[in-house]
Structure formats: C-alpha cells, structure tokens
C-alpha cells in the first residue's frame, strides 16, 4: 500500500523564501508536517478497517505490524507500512458464536455481506484455549483446518480505505506546513 502526499511548488517556494533565516528552516517545516501525516495515515487506517470490516479491535492489533519510516531533514520520503498474519474468520461477526451441532456458520466479514459456510462449523480446540470455525480436509474426522480472514494489510490496501487515507493525510500535511513554518518562525520546534 502506497499513500502518498505532495507538497505543490508553490507552496514550497513561499517556505523556503519564508524560513531563508532559520537553518535547514523548510526541510524541518516540511518533514514535521510529513510525520505528523503519516501518524494520521496509521491511527486512521484502523478506523477506516472498522468502519468497513467486523472484526474485533483486539484481534485487528494483535495481528498487525505497523511500522512507520519518519522524513527527516535529510530525507523528505516517509512511509507507513503494515504488515501481519491474516486473522481467524473467528473474530469477525460470525454466527454461532458456541458449538452446535448442525447449524450454519454464517460470517460477516465486511459490514452487511454475509457468507455462508455450510461445511464449517465452531470448535474448542487446545483444551479449550482457542475456539475458531473450522472445516475438514475430507471427509474423514480429521484432519480439520481454520478458516481464515483477511489479514490487516489486506483490508487496509482495499480501494475505498486507501482513498480516504490518502485524502485525510494530504488534508493534515497541506493544514501542517504553515503551522510548522509558524512555529520556527516563533523559535520553537529545536
């Protein structure tokens, strides 16, 4: 997934004129304002999967990896990544919630699509410890394997979401640049 923002000539011309005193004045103003979008790209990717997806906070977290490569001066280029395994079916909106026998598991993985899975059904499994949707390979008793959703990573590169990360991360950083700018004018921001 690739969320880009751009900064307009323009807007970089009239930085650079306006920060000409302060050392390294408009890389700083431009990288902090960068940052500051991408933060927004990563905690709003979350709220973005949830708007459009079912599954549990907990279990959207647990499984997800999301790193972020800060501009710097030196370095204007920043990025999120996300990363991670893909997430039990599970923990999305699934019905039965407790084993029993001879129902339907019917999941709901983006909010109002609903997914029959006529041969799986809910299981204890490790004692107890994990409860899942699971399905058999054949149709001896075992062995059994469990269903899966997406995982973060793919969620989060569905077109809709992306889009609107793209646009709030382009809003932050265009509304951050002056900000900045104004900070280093009035001798803060180190």
Same mark, same amino acid.
């Given at each position: 997934?690739?969320?880009?923002?751009?900064?307009?000539?323009?807007?970089?011309?009239?930085?650079?004129?306006?920060?000409?005193?302060?050392?390294?004045?408009?890389?700083? #103003?431009?990288?902090?304002?960068?940052?500051?979008?991408?933060?927004?790209?990563k905690t709003g990717a979350?709220?973005?999967? &949830?708007?459009?997806?079912?599954?549990?906070?907990?279990?959207?977290?647990?499984?997800? &990896? #999301?790193?972020?490569?800060?501009?710097?001066?030196?370095?204007?280029?920043?990025?999120?990544?996300?990363?991670?395994?893909?997430?039990?079916?599970? &923990?999305?909106?699934?019905?039965? &919630?407790?084993?029993?026998?001879?129902?339907?598991?019917?999941?709901?993985?983006?909010?109002?699509?609903?997914?029959?899975?006529?041969?799986?059904?809910?299981?204890?499994?490790?004692?107890?410890?994990?409860?899942?949707?699971?399905?058999?390979?054949?149709?001896?008793?075992?062995?059994?394997?469990?269903?899966?959703?997406?995982?973060?990573?793919?969620?989060?590169?569905?077109?809709?979401?992306?889009?609107?990360?793209?646009?709030?991360?382009?809003k932050t950083v265009d509304?951050?640049?002056?900000?900045?700018?104004?900070?280093?004018?009035?001798?803060?921001?180190g």
């Amino acid at each position: 997934m690739n969320i880009g923002v751009q900064i307009d000539a323009e807007t970089m011309e009239r930085v650079e004129v306006m920060l000409a005193q302060v050392p390294k004045g408009a890389e700083r #103003a431009f990288s902090n304002a960068i940052n500051r979008g991408l933060s927004k790209v990563k905690t709003g990717a979350f709220r973005e999967v &949830k708007r459009v997806y079912t599954v549990q906070s907990r279990a959207l977290n647990s499984a997800t &990896k #999301a790193g972020v490569k800060k501009a710097s001066t030196g370095d204007l280029a920043g990025y999120v990544h996300f990363a991670g395994s893909r997430i039990p079916l599970y &923990k999305f909106n699934v019905t039965p &919630k407790t084993p029993r026998a001879g129902r339907q598991v019917v999941a709901e993985k983006q909010r109002g699509v609903s997914e029959v899975f006529a041969d799986a059904f809910i299981a204890g499994v490790n004692n107890g410890e994990h409860t899942g949707v699971f399905q058999r390979e054949t149709e001896a008793r075992l062995p059994i394997y469990e269903r899966l959703g997406p995982s973060a990573a793919e969620m989060i590169q569905r077109t809709a979401i992306t889009e609107k990360l793209q646009e709030e991360a382009q809003k932050t950083v265009d509304e951050r640049v002056m900000h900045e700018v104004e900070r280093l004018l009035n001798g803060y921001g180190g």
